[in-house]
């Protein structure tokens, strides 16, 4: 996710939970009856439903309304209790209705085994007053908010008359609603931006198949047919599909984590994806976002959110992979990959210079840059500003090709161009962990030294072949 973020505000509307888990180890059968016996370990609360994804989005540092329903009773303050570590979150929407309890699951855990779950709750739609409320409170949130997210658990609180309510509340302020559905068809969510079923649901509301690509786009038109809008399938192991209303059709792998706890990963797809487009993303962008953070939610065991820092790590790890080694490419990116790199604990190099004829003095610096780490970028001076520096007689090969050679050699991982006559804004941008120059330098004449250095990194004064230079074979070729 982008640092140059606009702050997000989204409000996050729907069935709020309590997901409880009771935790420990069965070492025998009950004599009572064939069932196992769990000798108590521990218990934990944490924010289900709607309250999940208001915690995942305010981990992800957006401000969020919560409105939803709980009940006159201890769930209720467990749940404000474990909201209230979310400071971003806004529980002044939350309506109590006296005649139901909170929603809460009840999970019952021997290691990493659910043995079995109990569920507390009232399904049906609350009385008039109730939903009066919930419209009203839902009304106010909606008036400060970039995206609305209507989490629906058919659980009660988004009833007919609330979803209808809030969604032309919504359209009539130009704030696009993203659903998380639970009916057997879609029509209810017309005029929702985007709904976000997953495989089940998608069969469900159509009764078409996802096993392809070609068929999970073919039942995701057929439910953007039944309201209106776009349609973003999760499909578990097999990624996501997003069908847009322009006809454009996008899928996206899943990320490969070892799954442990498939619980809340939904409301974390649904939080990801309002942060990002809260922020300015493309649906696009915010997609890839929102398959990134579904990866780490199902790394963890239970119901549990995901937070800034661990969705950016697994982004620029994502960013790192994806280029081959020696790939040229911008600024920008260099900085994501190497903020990936030095998040799997690598340590990143860093040299530069023109390189227009590679000789041996080039590949002696390029060899001994890499032994000072585990992923070595080279900054390339562009042709404007080999030009300013060496005369209009050089480059003698342009940038394109002098990246190319340079980006062959095995010991290099990313050639990134710097138009600047120094590559200081460069090293400010990747934040190397090595800075490389050769011996000739004094240290006080190395450019980036001092902010490497001041960053805890440190510079080396590589040894170099004497009297090698490009400037020399030059020479030599004219005579």
Same mark, same amino acid.
């Given at each position: 996710?982008?640092?140059?973020?606009?702050?997000?505000?989204? #409000?996050?509307?729907?069935?709020?939970?309590?997901?409880?888990?009771?935790?420990?180890?069965?070492?025998?059968?009950?004599?009572?009856?064939?069932?196992?016996?769990?000798?108590?370990?521990?218990?934990?609360?944490?924010?289900?439903?709607?309250?999940?994804?208001?915690?995942?989005? &305010?981990?992800? %540092?957006?401000?969020?309304?919560?409105? %939803?329903?709980?009940?006159?009773?201890?769930?209720?303050? $467990?749940?404000?209790?474990?909201?209230?570590?979310? &400071?971003?979150?806004?529980?002044?929407?939350?309506?109590?209705?006296?005649?139901?309890?909170? =929603?809460?699951?009840?999970?019952?855990?021997?290691?990493?085994?659910?043995?079995?779950?109990?569920?507390?709750?009232?399904?049906?739609?609350?009385?008039?007053? =109730?939903? !009066?409320?919930?419209?009203? @409170?839902?009304?106010?949130?909606?008036?400060?908010?970039? =995206?609305?997210?209507?989490?629906?658990?058919?659980?009660?609180?988004?009833?007919?008359?609330?979803?209808?309510?809030?969604?032309?509340?919504?359209?009539?302020?130009?704030?696009?609603?993203?659903?998380?559905?639970?009916?057997?068809?879609?029509?209810?969510?017309?005029?929702?931006?985007?709904?976000?079923?997953?495989?089940?649901?998608?069969?469900?509301?159509?009764?078409?198949?996802?096993?392809?690509?070609?068929?999970?786009?073919?039942?995701?038109?057929?439910?953007?047919?039944?309201?209106?809008?776009?349609?973003?399938?999760?499909?578990?192991?097999?990624?996501?599909?997003?069908?847009?209303?322009?006809? &454009?059709?996008?899928?996206?792998?899943?990320?490969?984590?070892?799954?442990?706890?498939?619980?809340?990963? %939904?409301?974390?797809?649904?939080?990801?994806?309002?942060? $990002?487009?809260?922020?300015? $993303?493309?649906?696009?962008?915010?997609?890839?976002?929102?398959?990134?953070?579904?990866?780490?939610?199902?790394?963890?065991?239970?119901?549990?959110?995901?937070?800034?820092?661990?969705?950016?790590?697994?982004?620029?790890?994502?960013?790192?992979?994806?280029?081959?080694?020696?790939?040229?490419?911008?600024?920008?990116?260099?900085?994501?990959? #190497?903020?990936?790199?030095?998040?799997?604990?690598?340590?990143?190099?860093?040299?530069?210079?023109?390189?227009?004829?590679?000789?041996?003095?080039?590949?002696?610096?390029?060899?001994?840059?890499?032994?000072?780490?585990?992923?070595?970028?080279?900054?390339?001076?562009?042709?404007?500003?080999?030009?300013?520096?060496?005369?209009?007689?050089?480059?003698?090969? !342009?940038?394109?090709?002098?990246?190319?050679?340079?980006?062959?050699?095995?010991?290099?991982?990313?050639?990134?161009?710097?138009?600047? !006559?120094?590559?200081?804004?460069?090293?400010?941008? =990747?934040?190397?962990?090595?800075?490389?120059?050769?011996?000739?330098?004094?240290? $006080?004449?190395?450019?980036?030294?001092?902010?490497?250095?001041? #960053?805890?990194?440190?510079?080396?004064?590589? !040894?170099?072949?004497?009297? @090698?230079?490009?400037?020399?074979?030059?020479?030599?070729?004219?005579?």
């Amino acid at each position: 996710m982008s640092e140059k973020r606009k702050p997000a505000r989204i #409000a996050v509307i729907g069935d709020v939970m309590v997901d409880r888990y009771i935790t420990g180890s069965v070492n025998r059968i009950s004599p009572e009856a064939p069932v196992p016996v769990l000798l108590h370990g521990a218990e934990r609360v944490v924010a289900g439903g709607a309250a999940n994804v208001a915690a995942n989005a &305010a981990a992800l %540092g957006a401000s969020v309304a919560l409105v %939803g329903l709980v009940g006159h009773d201890a769930a209720a303050e $467990s749940l404000r209790g474990v909201l209230a570590d979310h &400071a971003a979150i806004d529980l002044s929407g939350l309506v109590i209705d006296a005649d139901r309890p909170t =929603v809460t699951k009840t999970r019952v855990m021997s290691g990493r085994q659910q043995i079995v779950r109990i569920d507390a709750e009232v399904s049906a739609p609350p009385g008039d007053h =109730v939903t !009066d409320a919930l419209i009203a @409170r839902g009304k106010v949130a909606i008036r400060g908010a970039a =995206v609305v997210v209507l989490s629906d658990y058919a659980k009660g609180a988004l009833s007919d008359a609330v979803i209808a309510a809030l969604v032309a509340e919504a359209n009539a302020h130009g704030v696009p609603v993203i659903v998380d559905p639970k009916r057997r068809t879609f029509e209810i969510y017309r005029g929702a931006a985007l709904v976000t079923p997953n495989r089940k649901e998608l069969f469900e509301a159509t009764g078409l198949a996802d096993d392809t690509d070609l068929e999970a786009a073919i039942a995701a038109e057929a439910a953007a047919n039944q309201f209106g809008g776009d349609v973003l399938v999760t499909r578990a192991e097999k990624g996501m599909t997003l069908w847009r209303r322009d006809g &454009a059709v996008k899928h996206v792998p899943a990320h490969a984590r070892e799954v442990f706890d498939v619980s809340g990963a %939904g409301d974390t797809v649904l939080a990801a994806l309002a942060v $990002s487009l809260a922020e300015g $993303s493309t649906i696009d962008t915010a997609m890839e976002i929102a398959n990134a953070a579904a990866a780490i939610a199902v790394s963890k065991l239970g119901t549990a959110v995901v937070t800034r820092t661990e969705l950016d790590a697994a982004l620029h790890r994502a960013a790192a992979d994806a280029v081959h080694a020696g790939a040229l490419v911008g600024r920008d990116a260099a900085a994501d990959i #190497a903020a990936g790199w030095r998040a799997r604990g690598e340590t990143v190099v860093f040299t530069n210079g023109v390189f227009d004829l590679v000789h041996p003095g080039h590949i002696g610096l390029i060899e001994a840059a890499a032994r000072e780490g585990d992923r070595l970028i080279v900054g390339l001076n562009s042709d404007a500003s080999v030009k300013r520096l060496k005369g209009d007689s050089r480059p003698l090969q !342009d940038e394109e090709a002098r990246a190319r050679v340079i980006g062959a050699l095995r010991d290099v991982d990313l050639v990134v161009l710097f138009p600047e !006559d120094t590559p200081l804004q460069l090293i400010e941008a =990747v934040r190397p962990d090595v800075l490389v120059k050769g011996a000739d330098y004094k240290p $006080s004449e190395v450019v980036g030294a001092d902010f490497v250095i001041a #960053a805890g990194g440190r510079l080396v004064l590589a !040894d170099i072949l004497a009297g @090698r230079s490009t400037s020399a074979l030059v020479a030599a070729a004219r005579t």
